[in-house]
């Protein structure tokens, strides 16, 4: 077990979670973001499934009976905001789908999931379902599309995310076809996913039905790799503040399916191996967003710029590894965990307004993404108890 001081952390989650929790108490309100450092309009739906998150491992591992009613009005609300086919709108923003890619579900699949759990009723099996549906897989390439567009999509940790939900979904579901999809997502998982020397996960998903096109991209990513060893921009920026998102999922991927063959690939190994790194830690904190090739967002602000964009004001690596601790158990440095721990709160969180903030393109968005810390609590009460 852990001999990390949690205590502290807890308390300053748990009141973010408080404070969250009594607005909607109070005036049925949730806070919307703009996606982090995207500025993306997003719409109530994101923030108030990660609230569902929180909100339900809050009531189950601390007993708090009363937060069941307003957790049962949370879903009430989130399934009055679907459209008649069972979509969603998640942000709106010129030229960008509303759904956020295959990610934008992920996020919905899994508040039901958590809904399920909590009230162990089969409506939020069947509307998840209703979900999954509306994304069509590609089983030539092991993909799904963005729904309502015929457009697959190529950013891994969409497609990743996506795949972690759905098996979380599949594990109360039992839906054959659901396996049968992941199974396949499985068996192209290494040739669709793309590491660096070190096993830093790539950002982008370069196989693609047009063949042309896929050179194209292939030629992108040579290009890309060109730009790392010049040190010029490239997307290297961007895949260090993803990688512990990114094996996040891998890590919820893990709980489903522990015996799945692609946990003993070359390239799975390295990314775990990659969590470790003093290399991933410096990367973090280093103030270089000049080396970012992605971005089209302007951040204007220097002390958001003092770090990783994509990290800690945003993806939130602190907590993220926290759970990944508790999954990967022996494979993850403790004291790498605890100093992501602390990077995570002394870069982000305000003590005088208690909530995350500080270096945050998007002050809203953190502070829902608690609920990746309250997965940590789940996994370490969990083996508390076993």
């Known amino acids: 077990m852990s001999s990390i001081n949690y205590l502290e952390y807890d308390k300053k989650i748990r009141n973010v979670a408080e404070s969250l929790i ?28 990660h609230l569902i998150v929180i909100t339900a491992i809050e009531s189950s591992i601390y007993n708090n009976k009363e937060l069941k ?10 399934i009055a905001l679907s459209k008649n086919n069972g979509v969603y709108i998640l942000r709106n923003k010129e030229k960008k789908d509303q759904s956020n890619g295959v990610i934008g579900h992920a996020w919905v699949i899994e508040a039901f999931v958590y809904l399920y759990k909590v009230f162990r009723d089969k409506k939020y099996i069947y509307i998840s379902e209703k979900i999954y549906s509306n994304h069509r897989f590609n089983k030539e390439l092991g993909l799904w599309y963005v729904p309502e567009c015929e457009k697959i999509d190529y950013t891994f940790n969409h497609q990743l995310w996506f795949a972690a939900s759905v098996s979380e979904l599949y594990y109360f579901s039992k839906n054959e076809a659901i396996l049968n999809d992941l199974e396949v997502f499985f ?17 982008l998903i370069i196989v693609n039905l047009n063949k042309k096109q896929e050179l194209k991209e292939n030629i992108k990513h040579i290009l890309d790799k060109l730009m790392r060893v010049a040190k010029r921009p490239s997307y290297k920026y961007k895949e260090v503040g993803y990688h512990i998102f990114n094996m996040t999922a891998f890590g919820r991927i893990h709980k489903i399916f522990p015996d799945e063959i692609f946990w003993e690939s070359n390239k799975v190994r390295k990314s775990i191996e990659y969590l470790n790194s ?15 090739i992605s971005l089209n967002n302007v951040i204007d602000s220097d002390n958001e710029k003092e770090i990783n964009i994509y990290g ?14 508790y999954i990967f158990k022996n494979k993850i440095d403790e004291d790498i ?50």
């Open 22 to 49: 009594g607005s909607y108490v109070k005036e049925r309100r949730i806070f919307t973001g703009v996606n982090g450092p995207y500025n993306d309009l997003e719409t109530e739906v994101r923030n108030l499934c």
């Open 187 to 203: 068996s192209k998982l290494i040739n669709n996913m793309k590491i660096n020397n070190n096993g830093l996960i790539g950002h």
């Open 337 to 386: 965990v605890e100093k992501h721990l602390q990077n995570q709160f002394q870069l982000t969180f305000n003590e005088k307004k208690g909530e995350f903030q500080n270096r945050c393109f998007d002050k809203i968005t953190i502070n829902y993404r608690i609920y990746e810390y309250y997965k940590a609590i789940e996994e370490r009460d969990y083996l508390l108890r076993t």
């Open 278 to 292: 003093r290399e991933l830690l410096n990367e973090l904190t280093s103030s270089n967003i000049n080396m970012d």
């Open 69 to 78: 009613q307003y957790l049962f009005d949370m879903g009430e609300q989130l």
């Open 312 to 325: 800690y004001p945003y993806n939130v690596p602190g907590f993220e590894l926290y759970y990944l601790y």
